[in-house]
């Protein structure tokens, strides 16, 4: 699930806050990298837990909906969302289960919560279109999930309060992680039962081993690097830079000069998206400008074996 567009974005963060809290012990600080990447994955395993949250409460809902109904004589409420296929399946699910007991992660101390977005829910056009639908399948139940989760938890202001309570860390990572409960969502098989797979924390060793390379050859050929950047502009003047903007083509060139295999245009691009994220306005054209200068002096002088479009 951590993919390198998170590991960039942790990179640049907890490049900046080395250098910035005066404590530079290498070993802990790669440490707090794959320690703030492994909560990436507690937010991911937290938001699917979530979807089970809602789905239980929604059931002691239907049934105190249900018991009045049928004392007073008045229609049935439906049980559809409730009894939700895909719902039930997630709750159901081994390894989320698991992980959560492993990380004693629960959403009972947020039961208000739960029931408020469980109100919200009830209250949108997409529940109201999925209700009324008369089709019963599984495929229609997680598609009525996957707009939900899209619609309403995606960009949900009170969620986001919430979550930054729960963990500090989860302030920059939830529209990343987002996009893989969907992915989750989308790939669920009722044939898998309680059994279907989640995304793994990495997708494989060699992501987890491009996190601490790129991180440790940043810091530790820092001074090399913005020599680099100097030599490119001899009228570099660091004191009128945005102290981000340097640390993100300090970064840029790490990767540049540690991984033969990413294309140069890859990583510009990269960092370019990022300084218009975290640095100035003007960051995302200035440092494409410096990064791609940066290249081809390093390609000229032989200390970068790449290759770049002629201009």
């Not at 070993?27 to 707090?32: G, I, L, R, Y």
């Not at 018991?67 to 399946?89: D, H, I, M």
């Not at 797979?197 to 440790?216: G, I």
Request: charged share 30%.
């Amino acid at each position: 699930m951590i993919n390198r567009e998170l590991i960039r974005i942790k990179i640049v963060q907890l490049t900046y806050a080395y250098y910035q809290n005066g404590n530079h012990n290498m070993d802990n600080a790669e440490k707090e990298l794959l320690f703030s990447l492994s909560k990436a994955y507690d937010l991911y395993n937290c938001l699917l837990s979530l979807i089970v949250a809602v789905s239980k409460e929604s059931r002691l809902r239907y049934e105190v909906e249900l018991s009045r109904a049928k004392r007073e004589g008045t229609p049935l409420p439906s049980g559809k969302f409730a009894n939700n296929k895909f719902a039930l399946q997630l709750e159901a699910n081994k390894q989320l289960n698991e992980y959560l007991e492993n990380q004693k992660q629960t959403w009972d101390d947020s039961v208000e919560f739960v029931r408020n977005l469980l109100t919200q829910i009830e209250q949108s056009q997409i529940y109201a279109d999925y209700v009324a639908d008369e089709t019963d399948s599984y495929e229609a139940d997680r598609e009525a999930w996957r707009k939900l989760y899209k619609v309403i938890i995606m960009d949900n202001d009170n969620l986001d309060a919430m979550l930054e309570e729960k963990s500090l860390y989860w302030n920059d990572d939830k529209e990343i992680v987002d996009t893989f409960v969907l992915k989750t969502i989308k790939r669920f098989d009722p044939a898998n039962k309680e059994l279907q797979e989640l995304l793994p924390e990495y997708k494989d060793e060699e992501d987890k081993e491009f996190a601490v390379k790129l991180f440790r050859a940043t810091i530790l050929n820092a001074d090399q690097y913005q020599r680099f950047m100097s030599e490119t502009s001899r009228n570099w003047d660091f004191s009128r830079l945005a102290y981000m903007d340097v640390v993100i083509m300090q970064i840029a060139i790490a990767e540049m000069m540690n991984f033969p295999n990413i294309p140069v245009n890859v990583t510009i691009n990269e960092y370019v998206d990022l300084a218009k994220l975290y640095s100035t306005p003007r960051s995302g054209s200035y440092i494409n400008g410096m990064l791609d200068a940066i290249a081809r002096y390093l390609i000229d002088t032989g200390k970068m074996m790449k290759v770049m479009p002629t201009r």
